[in-house]
């Protein structure tokens, strides 16, 4: 399943599955196939999204200097921080216009 979020105050956002339904259970949001984030909501889904990114990276930072070598594998996996990113700036135009988020209307 692909999720197409939505507002009016910036472009539609694709994501698959998987992300999308990670990053909706960090905001407190249920995976679905229809959902919306209010405006007043938005502040909050933020700062949870900002502290999971940077305690996704705090493990992230602790694995790589205990790999030996120091060269980063050539098949990195996406990080949460690029994952959440578009999000983040989706649910930051939208605060900012006060103009909820919706999927699957």
Known sequence: MMYKFRSRADSDLFMNQ?????????IGKQPGPKGIIEPADMARAIAALEAAVEEDEGGRGGAQAAAQGGAPASGQAISLRQRAWPFVQLLKRSLEADTPVVWGV
């Open 18 to 26: 998987g992300p999308a339904e990670r990053i909706l259970g960090i």
